[in-house]
Every structure is written in C-alpha cells, then in structure tokens.
C-alpha cells in the first residue's frame, strides 16, 4: 500500500477517510483502521490506468467521489457501492484538482505538458541542445458538453498547491517563487473563454524571495497562508483595497521547509508540519502555539476532518495517523510498507526479503535502524523492530545525517523462530566505523523479539554473511559469520554463572571459534539441512567444514580465478550445493565431489526452499539491439533443465519463496514473492493471493478461539500451582461425555436413523417471505407433505409392530418343542421378556433353545 503520496480526503461525517494508492483508491475506517472498500481495483474493470494524484467529494452528492490520475482522466464513484458513474477524458497527466460547491460543473485542473527549452553549455553537452521540461497548466474542465468543455487559465513551473476561497470567488495557484490569485466569478470572460494571464482586472500575481512549498486558504477570512523552504509560513491579506501591496503576517518555528498546512473548518487554528515530525498548531488569534512532537516521521500532508474532530496526516514512512483533536491522541494508526517510501541509496534493501519460521511473515529493512514485520497476505503491517535505538533528529542546515543501517537478518530454524540475529552498523566516513552483531530471544508475553546479547566490533571489517545453524535434536543454537578481514567465526549459545534455587542461569551468545583460509576474503557461507558441515566461499574456491570439530572436510574448485562466487547454498534433504558466480551457475554433487551440471547466466539472486529440494534464481538477458529480458527461473538440483519460468516486465528488487503447507505435502513448487521495481508485493504461482487470505484468517480464528478457551479455563491458583484434581477429573468426565455422544452418533448412523437435529428442513420455506407464493396456495402442499410423513411414519412403526408378533410366534414355537421344568431362565431380548423352562437334569436342552432364540433374532 502507497498511503501517505498524496493528502487524504474525509467522508463527511468524518467516520471514513479516502486515500490514494496508487491506481487504487482505498476507503478506511477511522475506528478500525481496516480497509472496507476498494475503488479502480483494475483498469479492465473501468478503473485507472496510471498513479491517482487527487480525490474529492461530489459538491452535487456527497455520497459520490471525482478522482483524477496522471492517465489524463477524471472518474465519477458511488463509493457506497463501488461503481463508476462516468469517465472524463482530458488526454494529459492531472496533478491537482479542486471544486466549489456554487460552480458544481466546473473543475479546476493542473495538468503537466512537456516541452522543451535550451539550457546553458554543461547541459547542452550532456542533453545535446534540448532538455525536457514539464510545464503546469491551470485549466478549466467544464462537466456539461454544451460549453466549451476545457479553457486554458495560466502556465507556471512546478506547481506546488493549488486552492479555492470558501465563497468560490478565487482560486490560488503557486509555482516556485510565484503566488497567482485569480478571481474567477468576475465577469464571464472565463466563460467566452477570451481571459489570459496579463489581464491585471482578474489575475494577480505576487512574488516570493523562498520557494513555495505548502499553501492553505483561510475558510472565513480573505486569507491566504503559505509555507517556504526555510520554515517561514506567511499569512497574505491581498483581497482588500491593498492589491497592489498586500499586508503580510509572518510566522516562524520549522527548522526546514514546510511540507503542508491546513485550516481547521472555523479558521481560529493552523496546523503546519515538515521535516521535524511534530504536529505545530498555531492559535491566529494570540499566536500561543501547540506541539505534538515525536511523530516517527517527516509530516507530507495534513487533512482536517469536516466536524474538527479528527486530524489525519500521511508521513514519510508511508502511514496515515489520525488525531483526535480534544486531546491529541493517536486514534488510528494505518501503516503501508515502509521500505518503499525510504531514500533507497542510503538505504538499500540489503537484509532481502526474510521468512519468519514463526507466523510466515516476511522481514525486511524499513526506517533507517529497524526492521518491518510485514504480512504480505493481508497487506498488512504486523510490528517495527527498532534494531539500532536513535532519537529522531532533523538535519543540521543542509548537511544529512549519516544513518546506521541494517545489513543482515537471520531466524533459527525451529518452527517457533526462538531466536533472531541482526547485523548493523554506522560509517559517517569520518569517526571510527561501528559495527554490532545482536542475537535476539522471541518474548512470549510481549509478542516480540528481546535483545539477548550485543557484541560490539565482532570483526574489523564488513560482515559479508550471517547464518543459522539448522542443528538437529538438542544441539545448542549456532551462528556463523562471514568477514572481509578474512576470517569466519562460530557463535554458541553459553550459560552464564550457575543455576540457584531453582533459576535457571543467564544465557548469552559468545565467540567459540575463528576460522580462515590462507589469505582469501570469504563471501558467503551456508549450513547443510542436517547442520554437520558447513560450506564457506574464498573467490573461486568452496570449503567445506566440521562445524562441531573446526576441521576442513575438503576444497571444491572449478570457476576461474576472476570469477568470484557470490551466492552458495545447501538444499533441503539433498547432497546437493548449488553456487553462483556473476556468469555461472553450478549444481554440485557432494556425494561425488563434482559438478553435477552448469549454466551459464547472469544470477541477481539465489533462493532455497525451506520444504523441499527447489531452488530459485532470478536473471536478466541483456542482448544488442533487444531490451533486457528478466526472468525468474526455478530448478532441481539434479536437472539442469527449470521447472518454472516467470517472465517480469522490470528487474525484481528482491525476492523469495512464500511458505504453503499445501504445496509442501504435494511436493509442488511453492509461491513464489517478489519486490518488483515499484517496491509492491507480488504472488506468483501457486494458489491465489484470495485463496492464501481466506485460510491465513481461518487459522488465526482457530488460533484465536483456542486462546479464549484456554484463557477461560485459567485461574490465578493455576497459574501458581498448576491444575487442580478437580480440573482433571473435569476434563476427564467431559471427554467421556464427549465420546459417548459421539459413540451414540454412531449408532444412530449404523441404525440408518436420523436424528432430529440431522433431519432436513422444509424445503418450502427456504426462500424469501417477499418472494414467496400466497399461504392459501402452500397451505395444501404443505399438509400434503406433513401428511406423508405422518402415514410414512405409521406404516413404519406398523411394519415394526409386525416383525415384533413374528418373533414372539417364533419364540414360542421354540418353548413348545422343549420340556417343562422348575427352573426357568429370564432372557432380555431388548424390551420383550421371555421364560424357557426345562426340566430338572435336561442341562442340553437350555443351549439348543438359546441357540434357536438367537438364530431367529439373528434372522430377523
């Protein structure tokens, strides 16, 4: 999700809010936070084609929303019901948009049109005489087809606002240094479409010594406010006598441009924020000002809500916070994916994309220092990691702060993901370089990663690789690191002290040994499925290693020496190592020491899956002539032939395989996740995104009612002593209760009776009462049916009756043929009693009679 582009628009009863992400258009609830509805999903069903830059409310209905896109239309909603009204064509890239409620047929646009202009010689030589520039152009739309449909106003440069007076009298427009004010309901010039921007009677223009950034006009005064790049925010009053020479208000706090402002609905507050993340409300009235600091990120766009309740502001790492205005408390907090709004060349993406073992989610780098816990499901956030703690500090004049960053990420391989190692540094190029390596223990009652052990400068140089060992049994946990200065070192889990009086001593992660190779520089490094070897790369050369005894197992050699091995990596249950270099790829045979097969191609990136013996390269085919081609390739190691292909349009920034219980039991290819250019989540393959969302949500309901239950059944004398006798023999009694029932089922089941509770309903009154016939004509077929079922009933308890009467016949008939005795034996044949007498000293006649009983029971 692109949230925080451009400002957000809110409903009018200020309980839903509107925001543009990217094509799409996503409505959000202002209690949950939750998306309930989502406009232009796709431009096959109607809706934009490219970037929407602005939304606005329908001045005719207010239950209907405009939007315009940088694909040159404009599009008419019912955001009740997700439908498109209508289209609008304008043929050029839209950039802001605006419209008043006394004129509801007029838009006002800023479009953006290229063209061309010389420049001075350095860039004449770079651009060879020509250079393209883009030009704003403010124009009037006009909805009704019997006017002239679009009339061109003004041109400017880099248009950074655009508004209207709540009267609809002026519209304000600004580029760069220069303020226009236009006063649009004088005359009908605009209507014969015969004004231009020299007519002095309509257009005014005003210059500025800064660069307009921000721009706001006041609701109930002839006021406008506008925000520099050097902090300053400036009140013009240029709508009275004093044309010419507007009286201006000055007012001072940001330390850096100002990014937006807004009036709230009575004119009495400003609110105004930039680089400093903190909220500033300035009071016009006493100039008393207001601060809400510590926002987490630089303020982009503020939006005030109808009724002054709710303040929402999209900041630079890519969220929406909405204020309440009473007390300045945060009520909602929507958060996208924070890398993609990031300065990517100081912060790349260089941790990847990681799987959490524990809940599948993916780990990636996000803010400068932490890490984003991401659900790409759902498309939703999941927490922040602050791995490197640092207070947010705006930048001293124009010099940037070097920020640290994250450069590794690894999880243990047990399914609860225990434990979590981080590598991150800071190198200002001037003090002494930092570098720590952390190791993180998963808090159970905190539902978070806790910082076990930090271990300053663990090498002289840049760690290049940091892995888990996937031990087996009840090894200790295992982290390998690989360095530029030429050595790789081994980190267990070690106990501190000793345990007393029943607490268990203190665990931390220590150095336990250091490795190298001659005098090479290691790369890379991986672990076997089992953990009993580990594989580091030295250039050209794979070295493999007893983890446990620190002895070198053997060498593989077979690139040139120019050609570096980059990526490395075991497989799952398989004796195979595959290894890339910049234009190879092997698949080597361990069990015979060989190269198993070999292809040669470009690799960007190297995957394993984690369910089955698949792996995943992703590639890029260059050719003289042709544009690049991108592909994702998926193989077997045994088979130098993919399995899979996935063609991209653009190089993936990154990517991995997505965890799917279903495609490991198939031994199928898993889905496969990728960053693609435009830093947005894709599933490729496997089942669909709608399909994973549906089950992800039914097993954390499951997960959900499993902890209510067990949270019901807990008490404090439990949680001290543990459970009672009570609880146990209860629990025992209700599993009984449980099994009987089910046993009870059963019987019924083999019965080929229907319980009542299984029996199926009346038909008849199935569908809707407003669809439904008459009574007086379902009267008959109704007592038809009960009838039936009544006669059907009688016949079967008669047939019943019957079979009773011929076994009481055959029982008899079987008394008769033996003697009369003194003794007589009952025999319970369910609810018939029958008495068979035999004679004193006649023992054999008792079980022939029995056996005849029970052949005729039998044969009934």
Known sequence: MRLSDYPVVFTTDSNYFFSCDA?????????????????STSPEEGGHSSTVTCVMLNPKNLLQLYSASMDGTIKLWDFNDAILLKTFEIGTPITNMVMHESAPNDIYLVVTKKSTKRFHKKQYKKSGGLVAKENSILVRYSIKPTRKRMIRLLSSRSCSGLSISSDGEYLVMTGRYKLHVIHIAAGDGIEQGNVTEHDESRFRTYLTPDRITALAFHPTEGCIATGDERGRINLWYCFGKNVDRPVTTSMHWHAHKVADLA???????????????????WQLGTGHK??????????????????????????????????????????TAVQGLKFSHTDHLSNPLLTGLVIEPRNGHVVLNGLPGTLQFYDPIKDQHIMELEVFPRNKVSRTYEKDIVAPRVMHVAFSNDKAGRWMVTVDGRDDKETTPELYIKFWEYDDDSNTYVLNTRVDSPHTKEI?????????????????????????????????????????????WSCRSTGFYRDMLPRCAGFASDGSLLAVAYGQIITLWNPYLNTLQGVLTQPPENRVIHHITFLKNSPFLIAATS??????????????????????????????????????????????????????????????????????RAITFMPDASAAAKNAVEPVL???????????????????????????????AAALDAESKKSLMSDIFGKTAAADAAAKVDK???????????????????????????????????VMAPVSSLFEAFMGQLLTQGKAAKEEAKARKKALKQQKQQEEEAQTEGKSAETAIDIDMDDDVEIVSVK??????????LAKIFSARLAL
Request: aromatic fraction near 6%; charge should be neutral.
């Open 23 to 39: 094509k799409s258009i996503r409505i959000i609830s202002v209690e949950t936070g939750q998306v309930v509805r989502i406009l």
């Open 263 to 281: 009036f709230t609905s009575d004119g009495t507050y400003l609110l105004s924020g930039g680089e400093e993340s903190v909220l500033v409300i």
């Open 290 to 331: 207001q601060f809400l600091p510590r926002l987490g990120s630089e303020i982009k766009h503020i939006t005030v809500s109808p009724d002054d309740a709710f303040y929402a502001m999209g900041h630079q790492d890519n969220s929406v916070n909405v204020i309440r205005a009473v007390d300045l408390k945060i009520k």
């Open 464 to 508: 290049t690789s940091c892995i888990f060992n996937p031990r087996q049994g009840n090894q200790a946990p295992m982290v390998v690191t690989t360095s530029l200065d030429g050595t790789f070192k081994v980190w267990e889990l070690t106990h501190q002290g000793e345990a007393r009086r029943g607490v268990e001593a203190e665990r931390a």
């Open 583 to 652: 234009d190879h790829l092997y698949s080597w045979n361990l069990l015979t020491c060989s190269v198993w097969w070999s292809y040669q191609l470009k690799v960007d990136h190297l995957v394993a899956s984690q369910t089955n013996s698949n792996f995943m390269v992703t590639c890029t085919d260059r050719a003289q002539g042709v544009a690049p081609q991108h592909r994702i390739l998926v193989f077997k190691p045994t088979d130098p032939k993919p399995v899979r292909i996935e063609k991209t349009d653009k190089k993936v």
């Open 674 to 704: 990728i960053m693609n250019h435009g830093y947005a989540f894709e599933v490729l393959g496997g089942r669909t995104v709608e399909e994973l969302k549906a089950e992800a949500e039914e097993a954390a309901e499951k997960a959900r």
């Open 736 to 770: 009984e209760k449980k099994d009987k029932k089910q046993q009870q089922q059963d019987t019924v089941a083999s019965r080929g009776m229907v319980s009542k509770k299984h029996m199926v309903r009346n038909p008849l009154f199935d569908a809707p009462s407003h």
């Open 840 to 849: 004193e000293g006649e023992d054999d006649a008792i079980p022939s009679s």
